[in-house]
């Protein structure tokens, strides 16, 4: 069993950065895939990243790419960060951290089986 908590998340100016942490708890997390989804007011969740055990490969979403990056703490092994850069209001959302025991490094929601609760990031403009 893995249980994820993100934090990081608050209000921001647009062009500003955030840093969210997922910490998780769990000896294996650190053999599968982490991905970050969002979802905004009145809209479906979203991908934003992913990034895959071993070698740390990673997938962004387009209207990130650039922006955002996703990274994993190589000593700790259960923490994965998602660095946001130059943010525009089209960022604010609640973002999720999930895991994906079978590590396929997805950009879909039914792929992750382990959720955290969210952390909202507000981004005025």
């Known amino acids: 069993q893995v249980q994820l908590v993100e934090s990081g998340g608050g209000l921001v100016q647009a062009g500003g950065s955030l840093r969210l942490s997922c910490a998780a708890s769990?000896?294996?997390?650190?053999?599968?895939?982490t991905g970050w989804f969002r979802q905004a007011p009145e809209k479906e969740r979203e991908f934003v990243a992913a990034?895959?055990?071993?070698?740390?490969?990673?997938?962004y979403a387009d209207s990130v790419k650039g922006r955002f990056t996703i990274s994993r703490d190589n000593a700790k092994n259960t923490v994965v960060y998602l660095q946001m850069n130059s943010l525009q209001s089209e960022d604010t959302a609640v973002y999720y951290c999930?895991?994906?025991?079978?590590?396929?490094?997805?950009?879909?929601?039914?792929?992750?089986?382990?959720w955290g609760q969210g952390t909202a990031v507000t981004v005025s403009s």
């Open positions: 990034i895959k055990w071993p070698y740390n490969t990673i997938r």
């Open positions: 769990g000896r294996t997390f650190s053999r599968y895939s």
């Open positions: 999930a895991a994906d025991d079978s590590n396929r490094l997805s950009a879909l929601e039914s792929a992750y089986n382990y």
